[in-house]
T-cell receptor, first 114, second 112 residues
Framework: EAQVTQNPRYLITVTGKKLTVTCSQN?????MSWYRQDPGLGLRQIYY???????DKGDVPEGYKVSRKEKRNFPLILESPSPNQTSLYFC?????????????FGSGTRLTVV | KQEVTQIPAALSVPEGENLVLNCSFT??????LQWFRQDPGKGLTSLLL?????REQTSGRLNASLDKSSGRSTLYIAASQPGDSATYLC???????????FGKGTHLIIQP
């Protein structure tokens, strides 16, 4: 089944403890991105990747890092999480960075930072 | 910068009614518009994707239209069912590496 898989689904952590949220897609998509969803603010893009080793900032990149060493994987790294990063996170992929393709989203990761 | 607005923010209707959800966007240089469904605490499920060159797309009881000149898209749901209850999000995609710009969604409740 074609899908985007995120892990973990739920995570509670403490301030300052580094964590990684994994994202993997099995559709050979070139383009991948991360979003966060917050009440009243909607979904906002954190980082995106046009292809392997090519990443760039979205609208809200502060406090996050990403890497794209393989085409299928696009992990989101929080090196020193803070409570304002408590949110619902989504990974998404698209066939290419060309604007004519739709997105496929993962099931989400609910992160709580205490 | 693209802004996407969805009206109404919430809607409750009896089962069986036909209904329309509205989405407006400020930048007509949109490449495509995608409608998603989100169930509580769950991910986003893609419903329909309309390219800028298209005027509408249909899938089962769903029909989405796109009018770039007026900056509007609508999602029409025919013969609504309780299982249609969810939040519906529209998102526009601009050119190049721009990601999706989302509206804040319409929370839909279909009363049995």
């Amino acid at each position: 089944e074609a899908q985007v898989t995120q892990n973990p689904r739920y995570l509670i952590t403490v301030t300052g403890k580094k964590l990684t949220v994994t994202c993997s897609q099995n559709m050979n998509h070139e383009y991948m991105s991360w979003y966060r969803q917050d009440p009243g603010l909607g979904l906002r893009q954190i980082y995106y990747s046009m292809n392997v080793e090519v990443t760039d900032k979205g609208d809200v990149p502060e406090g996050y890092k990403v890497s794209r060493k393989e085409k299928r994987n696009f992990p989101l790294i929080l090196e020193s999480p803070s409570p304002n990063q408590t949110s619902l996170y989504f990974c998404a992929s698209s066939l290419s960075g060309g604007a004519y393709y739709g997105y496929t989203f993962g099931s989400g990761t609910r992160l709580t930072v205490v | 910068k693209q802004e996407v607005t969805q009206i109404p923010a919430a809607l409750s209707v009896p089962e069986g009614e036909n209904l329309v959800l509205n989405c407006s966007f400020t930048d007509s240089a949109i490449y495509n518009l995608q409608w998603f469904r989100q169930d509580p605490g769950k991910g986003l499920t893609s419903l329909l994707l309309i390219q800028s060159s298209q005027r509408e797309q249909t899938s089962g009881r769903l029909n989405a239209s796109l009018d770039k000149s007026s900056g509007r898209s609508t999602l029409y749901i025919a013969a609504s069912q309780p299982g249609d209850s969810a939040t519906y999000l529209c998102a526009g995609r601009g050119g190049g590496a721009d990601g999706l710009t989302f509206g804040k969604g319409t929370h839909l409740i279909i009363q049995p």
